[in-house]
């Protein structure tokens, strides 16, 4: 490629690729008010799907879409009809979750039936290219053209001319006046996830074509420009997530263009966080207002959280300080180690998610941070190692509060769009700013954890220093929640127009509890970067931010206690169980599931 | 004249907060019965209750022969019940005309809906001049029609409306009632809820009273038009509450 024209191209290609995916994420968000995450795993399985036609059954190309609309159809179905309805009347944020769940265990079944390796998706069509002007287009390029423009006439046409159709966008205008019209809005749920994962899977395969690459992780980033798209357009906009979808593939194809193409995702999410910040409504939406969000409040369901006795609490400490006295193998140190640093970014989350009520879906860029910076300070500016771990800290609750403030007035879902986009974003500047953090090739080198001159090399020492830190964080976030900072968060949490109406800046508050959390995770992540001794930009994933997620809620969400527990259980127990570790998304997912369906208050209750 | 609509026993929470106690209550066919109560006394629960939108924790409700606990909000409007939701919730971004085939949803009878279409245009000349336009942009008596037309478009044997004259002028109060009326005389039998007493009762045919989530006053609409305790609580007078 070489000629703008090929870059113009390419972007609206990419962009109707995206299109077929956002439109779903739109008419699930129109009518439900919900996100769908679980939209890419779909997308995933529909590449694979089709690969298995191409591969065991020979099928034709046309054959082989049918199969995949029809059979992600069925999923989309399937997902709504056993995942979702038996949410209604949950807290809103739990079909959110349940479609992470889902999506986990989607795209980790898809990783156990055919591998982590990606595979070739060769495209069946002729490889013919014909010039026009001073680009190239191929079959490919004009059969994803023509898909894009039918499935939208076909879907307009659905909207407009067809009993269901109306029934859909009556749903999405007003759910309650739909039902009483007499309009059966299961029956409009279920067609809208029939549709969206139609449209999901069957842009599943021509991505796989169009790249001629699939994997099994391919849906998560689907998931994300999804949802920039949507937001672009505005969220439940049908046209809006069309155009986005083609904003976003230009931009990006533009943005390779100039920059190369690392910086192809650093794009999108630059653009959603804009769009957030300036135009939360989407691109058509006239206002500056703060969008129509339903859903406030959040998944704390009130409840009493179990009361833990003091005495327990003190010898559970002290067990956990006296395991290393065991003969016990250093493997199971190690495990626990780490059990430690998650519990650590788990009560981060649990203060943000559970007390402040933000549900932070990028909360692993936390640990990010605070490991370059810890891991940079001793390196570079030869910091000992018992300096540069608090200065993480610091570094990561400055840096984490920053980025996440120009949306404290976001609510709800915008929160988690942001929170994700930023999550993206840092662990994408990182890979690009090669001068500070070294890019691609990750830092190694980094020193062991030692005070003073001791080092602190050996298993014990640092199971003790990380349980030692673990306990200090905890008893000092307890401290926080016991005092009127505690119930300012809780206040927000509950209703955050009245507490600004009694006065509250919710900013500043906000910004305190980030700047706590922070650097909790700024710790944690510090300490993290010097037992491992090598990082890089995908030591922490979203996936960890999910991980994280998924602990806070096992614990109860706000409860410093269950998340520690919450984290220790689902680092802890899959190692325990050795051949689970391929099937570790896969448990985390289905506990989360669970979690939502069964007991959304969590082990020990929300407080 | 038999009753149509039967309430008895019901119990209402919200979460642990309780709306009604013991409900009870008839519409007789063919007439204009009126629910009449103050700022959260319970009246658009009972609505949402009617329409299975939110489901009592005792009591039972039925209309004709159906036990509307067992019917979902589709199936109970398909049973011949219509609503005119409180604030009207049109479909904003539908136009008028959609909004009202959307009230014949239930029906499949396509020529018989062209024909209740053009009847209601008839019936309310103001909407035709609007058919092309979004629900949302007309003003509020206007949307009033269109909520009333859409309802008639299912051809119901009953009406539910909740506060059908909230924030209209006098003179748009005067033509929706008149409509009401109309409709009534049609066969329809209507079911309203209102806070405007005086004005209910000119036009119902019966009444009850609900206070705090019980009914405390019934009767005929003439009758409590002249009842002191009705008097004192909604036409003005002392402003103690009656009971
Ligand atoms: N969705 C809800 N959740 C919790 N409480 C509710 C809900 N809807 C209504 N309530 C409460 O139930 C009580 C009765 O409400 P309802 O809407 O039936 O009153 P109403 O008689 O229609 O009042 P108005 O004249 O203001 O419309 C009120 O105290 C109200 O606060
Ligand atoms: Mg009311």
Redesign the interface.
């Known amino acids: 490629m070489g000629s703008w024209l090929d870059y113009t191209i390419n972007g609206l290609i990419i962009g109707n690729i995206y299109a077929l995916v956002a439109v779903g994420l739109a008419l699930i968000f129109g009518v439900s008010n919900l996100i769908n995450f679980a939209q890419g795993s779909v997308y995933a399985v529909g590449a694979y799907i089709g690969w298995t036609c191409f591969t065991y059954l020979h099928t034709p190309l046309a054959v082989t879409a049918l199969i995949v609309v029809v059979a992600c159809a069925g999923l989309g179905v399937a997902i709504e009809r056993i995942g979702l309805r038996p949410l209604a009347g949950a807290a809103r944020i739990a079909p959110l979750l349940a479609t992470i769940g889902i999506s986990l265990v989607l795209d980790q079944l898809l990783q156990i039936v055919f591998t982590p390796d990606p595979r070739a998706l060769t495209s069946p069509l002729p490889n013919w290219r014909i010039s026009v002007g001073g680009g190239t287009i191929g079959a490919l390029d004009l059969l994803i053209a023509a898909t894009g423009i039918v499935s939208a006439a076909v879907l307009y046409g659905f909207l407009r001319f067809t ?1 269901l159709g ?2 859909v ?2 749903t999405a ?2 759910r ?10 299961d029956a409009v749920n279920m067609t809208v996830f029939a549709i969206a994962s139609a449209l999901g899977g069957l842009s599943g395969l021509l991505v796989g074509m169009y790249f001629n690459h699939i994997d099994p992780a391919m849906g998560f980033q689907a998931t994300l420009k999804g949802v920039v798209a949507q937001v672009i357009g505005g969220m439940g906009n049908v046209p809006g997530a069309i155009f986005g979808s083609l904003l976003l593939g230009l931009t990006e194809s533009y943005g390779v263009a100039i920059f190369g193409s690392s910086y192809r995702n650093l794009f999108s999410f630059a653009l959603l966080l804009l769009i957030l910040v300036l135009r939360p409504n989407g691109l058509f939406a006239s206002a500056r207002s703060t969008p129509p969000e339903p859903m406030t409040g959040s998944f704390v369901t009130p409840n009493r959280p179990v009361r833990v006795p003091r005495w327990a609490i003190v010898a559970a400490v002290v067990i956990a300080a006296a395991v290393p006295l065991i003969p016990a193998i250093p493997y199971v140190l190690q495990v626990l180690t780490n059990a430690w640093l998650f519990a650590m970014l788990a009560i981060s989350l649990t203060l943000v998610a559970g007390t402040l009520g933000q549900i932070s879906l990028g909360h692993a860029s936390l640990l990010l941070i605070g490991a370059y910076a810890s891991a940079l300070f001793a390196l570079d500016s030869h910091w000992p190692v018992w300096a540069s771990i608090p200065a993480a800290g610091i570094v990561t609750a400055l840096l984490g509060t920053a980025l996440i403030a120009p949306s404290f007035r976001l609510r709800s879902h915008y929160v988690s769009i942001a929170t994700l986009g930023i999550g993206e974003i840092v662990g994408l500047v990182i890979l690009n700013w090669e001068s500070l953090t070294r890019g691609p090739m990750g830092v190694t080198n980094i020193p062991p954890l030692q005070v003073g001159n001791i080092e602190l090399d050996n298993p014990r020492a640092a199971y003790w220093i990380t349980l030692g830190i673990l306990v200090l964080l905890a008893m000092m976030q307890t401290r926080l929640l016991r005092s009127h900072l505690g119930r300012i968060f809780r206040a927000i949490r509950d209703d955050d127009v009245a507490a600004r109406a009694h006065g509250i800046s919710l900013g500043r508050y906000k910004a305190i509890a980030f700047a706590f959390g922070g650097f909790a995770a700024g710790i944690s992540g510090g300490i993290a970067a010097h037992q491992y001794s090598y990082i890089n930009n995908e030591t922490f994933t979203s996936t960890v931010s999910i991980s994280a997620l998924t602990m806070v809620i096992l614990g109860g969400m706000g409860n410093v206690l269950g998340a520690i527990l919450g984290a220790v259980a689902l680092t802890a127990l899959p190692e325990m169980f050795r051949g689970t570790a391929e099937y570790r998304m896969l448990i985390y997912g289905v506990a989360l599931l669970l979690l939502v369906r069964f007991r959304p208050q969590g082990i020990l209750g929300t407080t | 004249m038999t009753a149509l609509l039967v309430l008895k026993g019901i119990d209402t929470f919200y979460g642990p907060v309780q709306v009604h106690f013991g409900l009870g209550m008839e519409v007789r066919q063919g007439q204009i019965v009126c629910l009449l109560g103050g700022n959260a006394s319970g009246k658009s629960t009972t609505m949402k209750i009617i ?1 299975g ?1 939110l489901r009592p924790r005792a009591g039972s409700i039925f209309f004709e022969a159906h036990d509307l606990a067992a019917l ?3 199936q109970i ?2 049973a011949g019940i219509g ?1 005119v ?1 409180e604030a009207r ?6 136009t008028v005309r ?1 909004n009202l ?3 014949a ?2 029906r499949s009878d396509r020529a018989e809906i062209a024909r209740d279409l053009e009847r209601m245009l008839e019936l309310f000349p103001r909407v035709r001049q609007r058919l092309t336009s979004r629900a949302g942009t007309l003003s509020g008596g206007e949307q009033q029609m269109v909520a009333m037309a ?1 309802a008639l478009m ?1 051809r119901p044997k009953l009406i539910c409306m909740d506060e059908p004259t909230m924030g209209l002028s006098p003179l748009f109060v005067d033509r929706v009632l008149e409509l009401i009326q109309a409709v009534n005389k049609e066969g329809v039998t209507i079911f309203m809820v209102e806070q405007n007493a005086s004005l209910a009762l000119a036009i119902a045919h019966y009444a009850y009273v609900l206070q705090a989530g019980r009914i405390i006053l019934q009767g005929e609409a003439k009758d409590l038009a002249r009842d002191p305790r009705i008097r004192a609580a909604y036409l003005g007078g002392e402003t103690e509450p009656a009971a």
């Open positions: 009993k109306w029934a966008r009556a205008q007003d309650d006046a739909a039902r009483q019209m007499g309009v059966n809005t | 329409l939108l979902s909000t589709p409007i398909r609503s939701p919730r049109l479909f904003s971004a539908m959609e085939l959307m009230g949803f239930a859409r299912g």
